[in-house]
């Protein structure tokens, strides 16, 4: 009966019939799913030497341990370009210093203000930290996704970050 808890009226109700020619959800899949890994991620133009960096070191790694496969394309781009934005947005605040002076039309020192590039890098770096969890390249993320095998430990960022 409609409006009384407990009573749905029957109008969704499968007799016991239709239950087993329907058969369970499992047996409604697709019989092949199609495969989960496609081809490689073709680089991405326009990447400068420490975006370009990122995908070469990243890529391969990810690919191999089935974490990313060519659907992932835009997202893994965005992640390289964001790490390259954050670098230089990092190198920014090593040659400018975090704060800049304001002076008053004498000349005078007002105040010290943060510079808008360390506002950049703070954003980027947030964006980066988010972007680095959806391809388990976090510690706590990792244990999400299957283990990325390790192979050589050489760091091709060699002398670029600290």
């Known amino acids: ?15 016991l019939n239709e239950m087993q ?7 409604r899949l697709p019989k092949n799913p199609p495969d989960q890994i496609g081809d490689r991620i073709a680089k991405i133009e326009g990447l400068g030497e420490i975006g370009q960096k990122m995908f070469e070191y990243y890529e391969p790694m990810l690919y191999n ?6 659907t992932d394309a835009i997202a893994f781009h965005l992640l390289c370009k964001t790490y390259q934005d954050w670098y230089n947005a990092a190198q920014e605040i090593i040659e ?14 007002v105040e010290k203000k943060i510079g808008p590039w360390v506002k950049d890098e703070q954003q980027l770096a947030k964006q980066l930290k988010d972007l680095c969890r959806e ?12 283990k990325i095998s390790r192979g050589k430990s050489l760091n091709p960022f060699g002398g670029i970050t600290k």
């Open 21 to 27: 020619v329907r058969g369970e959800r499992k047996s």
């Open 96 to 109: 400018k210093g975090r704060y800049y002076d304001v002076f008053d039309k004498d000349g005078v020192l």
């Open 1 to 15: 009966m409609a409006g009384v808890k407990g009573r749905s009226g029957g109008h969704n109700k499968l007799t």
């Open 135 to 146: 391809f388990g390249l976090t510690p706590v993320s990792r244990s999400n996704v299957e």
């Open 65 to 70: 341990n089935g974490t990313i496969d060519t």
